[in-house]
């Protein structure tokens, strides 16, 4: 079946470090990868996406790039402000196949970050 | 544009009482929904997923139960809650997996 694992924390950084959360992941399809970000008390939000190899997903300074070769979706961000405190969720949808859509999540990582 | 509403935001219920919680999607028509389950510690567990009206996929076998009476409307029920139940329950909906989901705010349950 789909799976993604990514490292799960918690990281704690200082502000304007760099940040990176390993995500990596099993598919029987072609899947399209996603990072979401669930600030406290609040739901997810999707932050980046891609949907096919190579592409890069980009958004508010935080970036991933589709790794096949590698099955990674690492996220990446060079300097982290207070603001980026949450927990972030790495997730695939495998497309077609009577799958219906459904997102597999990793198990997410908490990052706060200090000033 | 599309929104998604899912109240209440924070619930309280004794043991063995019912629940129903509600989504409901504007501005689509015919979306892919999910009920989703964060338990504590943060992972995310599908429970129910919907392709059309009447049509409910369960992903665990549990004490609750999903409907879709209306197209843009999904509920989350159950006859007596147990203390397992508690958690953050997310709704979301989607066209296609491309896109990704779009989640509502969450119902954080607390049953007592």
Redesign the interface.
């Known amino acids: 079946g789909d799976s993604v694992t990514q490292m799960e924390g918690p990281v704690t950084l200082s502000e304007e470090a760099f940040l990176t959360i390993n995500c990596t992941y099993t598919a029987t399809g072609y899947p ?1 990868l ?1 990072w ?1 970000v ?1 600030y406290p ?6 932050l980046l ?1 891609a ?1 096919k190899a190579d592409d890069k997903g980009s958004n508010k300074g935080f970036e991933a790039t589709y790794r096949k070769e590698t099955t990674s979706f690492h996220l990446e961000k060079g300097s982290v402000q207070v603001s980026d405190s949450a ?1 972030y ?1 790495c ?1 695939l ?3 077609g196949g009577g ?5 597999t ?1 990793g ?2 990582t ?1 990052l706060t970050v200090n000033p | 544009s599309q929104t998604i509403h ?1 109240w209440p935001a924070t619930l309280v219920q004794p043991v063995g009482s019912p629940l129903s919680l509600e989504c409901t999607v504007e501005g689509t028509s015919n979306p ?1 929904l ?1 009920w989703y389950r964060q338990a504590a ?4 567990q ?1 429970l129910f ?1 919907s ?1 059309g009206i009447g049509q409910i ?1 369960s992903e665990v076998p549990q004490n609750l139960s999903a409907s879709r009476p209306q197209d843009r409307q999904f509920i989350l029920s159950s006859k007596k809650l147990l203390l397992s139940d508690s958690g953050f329950y ?1 709704c ?1 909906w ?13 119902t ?1 349950l607390t049953v007592v």
């Open positions: 399209s996603f979401y669930q008390g609040e739901g997810l939000q999707l996406k949907t927990v969720f997730a949808s495998v497309t799958s219906n859509y459904k997102l999540f198990k997410g908490l | 899912q892919n999910y510690g943060r992972g995310l599908l997923y392709v996929s997310l979301a989607s066209y296609t997996g491309v896109g990704g989901y779009t989640f509502g705010s969450g954080r």
